[in-house]
């Protein structure tokens, strides 16, 4: 259990989440009875499907709607296809969400075993994008944008969360594994292995440069790690890919190595879950188990105005149901009572400058505000630096107001993207 509190901070100044040096077993929770998994929506869904309710599925099936969909997701369990329904995500994202009673016997799928001994980026594109940690293939098989460094990173991006930790102490060997895999199939010598600043020692020949970060927050996400291990300045609008940067977890680089090592995809997802009043749990469990499952096992009663987040205490995404599964990138729950949850206000901003003072990125924010609450996007791209935004929600956190503003900043290159790859489409 990680006893650190962050509740009651109040200087914007935080560390992050430092696991002591020997760690416990993740603790395993299991589904109760079924399992949910999200498979995106991309095309005609009027088409004979090739899943249906009441089929059989095995632990580690690849399961794609339609046969000649490139999406697809891995069956976690064995089981029978009990439900089949459409589910919206965050912005609107298109899903089908395939849920399944498990089976009381487990039975593998052996199709990937057939493959392992021989990987390739293709046969990793088809079978390991779903894993744990959501390794980014699509990224490193995208011609357009070639990948010449991959970082990998073994501390947690967001506060309060120990999962991305706890798997570079406890899974070491299956991430040496992944790193030579990843070098073997695409070609890419440069990989760099980033963990925090007192955690540097004891990672021997591991394949990949090990490099150290701060251990302050929001020094572990990409733009910064760009910045400060690689020395490279993300320009404004251009993303990691753009540079040839590929950042993946490492528990993506563990999943990489344990599936072609072993020969079965791993299907179980390891998660810091942080319940009310900041108690953290290390948990293993396997990916589309419903959160409520989680919390019947630690006791934690969800009441009304009560918040469920997925990610951490700064970046991390409300959900709306205790029926919403575990997901292959899901890295922390976090459970807020309604008396810790910051609610937005609709107070004016009083211009006090503090997400100004704040911001990594010296945004002037108080004026991008104005421009992001009248839907102005584009002049706030423009005009004020919308684009050099870090995503990582400090600013929001200092608002006086309590004026929701990375909220509207997350909606904003949302819309923007939309708009670009609309008209893209229809040149
Ligand atoms: S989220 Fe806010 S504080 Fe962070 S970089 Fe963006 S504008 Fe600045
Ligand atoms: S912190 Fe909030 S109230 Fe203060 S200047 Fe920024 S947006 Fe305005």
Known sequence: MLKKSFFGLVIPQFEYERLPA??????KVAASKTITLFHARNSDQNRPASIRIGDKVNTGQKISLFADDPAYVIASVSG??????????????????????????ETFDDQFATLAPSPTLENALEYL????????????????????????????????????????????????????ILK?????????????????????????????????????LPPLIMKNVLGEILPAGQTCEDMGVCFMSAEAAA?????????????????????KGGDRHLIQTTIGTPIKDILNVYGVAINEEDRLVFGGPMTGSAVYSLDQPVLPDTDAILVLDRSQAAYSSDYPCINCGDCVRTCPAQIAVNMLVRFLEAGQYEQAADEYDLHSCIDCGLCSYVCVSKIPIFQYIRLAKYELDRA????????
């Not at 995809?265 to 879950?273: A, D, E, F, M, N």
């Open 129 to 180: 994008a779903a894993a744990p940690g959501s390794p980014p293939l699509q990224t490193l098989a995208d011609s357009d944008k070639p990948i010449k460094t991959i970082v990998i990173t073994g501390v947690d991006s967001d506060l309060l969360t120990g999962t991305r930790q706890y798997i570079t102490g406890t899974r070491l060997n299956d991430i040496k594994d992944g790193i030579r």
């Open 22 to 27: 020997v760690l416990p077993e993740a603790e």
């Open 80 to 105: 029978t296809v009990s439900a089949i329904s459409p589910h919206t995500g965050d912005f609107g994202k298109a899903y089908m969400a395939i849920t399944i009673d498990i089976a009381e016997t």
């Open 184 to 220: 073997n199939i695409t070609g890419i010598d440069r990989i760099i292995m980033v963990t925090g600043r007192d955690t540097i020692q004891g990672f021997g020949h591991i394949g990949a440069d090990v490099k150290s970060i701060d251990t302050t927050y929001p020094a572990a």
């Open 420 to 427: 670009k790859t609309a008209e893209a489409t229809d040149v």
């Open 255 to 275: 999943s990489i190595g344990r599936a072609y090592a072993g020969g079965k995809l791993p299907v179980h997802k390891v998660l810091t879950l942080i319940t």
